[in-house]
């Protein structure tokens, strides 16, 4: 598998759980849903993927790779993990070339330059390369964040409730885009949301996680 999330719990504070027992698995190239309703421990779930929490007990493994576990944890800046915020969370003061550039480290400055023109063609936003943020739609800067995100070919891609903050129209082409993205760069994916039509159109598998713990899973529908 190349997901393994086993037995994971977590508390904010000792008589709080947030999340117990996860266990879920993955395959290469599979997209996930989390779905559940506010507070049921989603973007807490998410945190934990991305180090940016400690679980009290448990252990994620990507790629071969253990990243926490009762000996051993990453540090959120050593994991190979691409996040899409709520927000988008992009640099106001840095062009869209720039904050899809962020992210690379290690590479030549053309290498660099063709990665941002190879996202920026992805997701279709070539004539925005040296604009703004506060220039862009709501859409179009969901694009420029997703974009970010896989500059870096991460291992893993989290998204956290990507619609939110799109209105009804734009949520059922940018649902449609995202898949196809997804699907394009064979990108490991996991996002929360408590839509069940953003997760039956986007996901392989939907997981409901209720109460910090999971459920139920299933196959969409559509799929």
Same mark, same amino acid.
């Given at each position: 598998m190349y997901v393994k999330v086993e037995n994971l719990d977590f508390k904010y504070t000792s008589d709080e759980e947030v999340l117990y027992d996860i266990t879920f698995t993955m395959n290469e190239g599979e997209v996930v849903a989390i779905l559940g309703s506010s507070g049921s421990g989603k973007s807490t779930l998410l945190r934990l993927l991305?180090? =940016?929490e400690i679980p009290n007990q448990g252990s &994620?493994? &990507? #790629?071969?790779?253990? =990243?926490? +576990? @009762? %000996?051993? *944890?990453v540090e959120c800046e050593r994991r190979s993990v691409g996040m899409v915020f709520q927000d988008y969370a992009l *640099?106001?003061?840095?062009?869209v070339a720039k904050n899809i550039a962020f992210g690379l480290k290690g590479i030549t400055? %053309? @290498?660099? +330059?063709?990665r941002v023109d190879e996202m920026l063609k992805l997701v279709n936003m070539e004539e925005k390369k040296h604009v703004y943020p506060h220039e862009l739609s709501g859409g179009q800067q969901q694009r420029i964040a997703l974009a970010r995100a896989l500059a870096p070919s991460p291992s893993i891609l989290l998204l956290d409730e990507p619609f939110s903050n799109l209105d009804a129209d734009l949520k059922l082409k940018i649902r449609q885009e995202l898949r196809l993205i997804m699907k394009t760069t064979q990108m490991t994916a996991i996002f929360v949301t408590h839509d069940y039509d953003d997760a039956a159109e986007i996901a #392989?598998? &939907?997981v409901y996680l209720e109460n910090g713990h999971i459920v139920h899973e299933e196959v969409p529908k559509k799929h």
């Open positions: 991305s180090g =940016l &994620i493994v &990507i #790629d071969e790779k253990t =990243l926490c +576990s @009762a %000996e051993h *944890f *640099f106001p003061h840095m062009t400055k %053309e @290498a660099k +330059s063709n #392989d598998r &939907i």
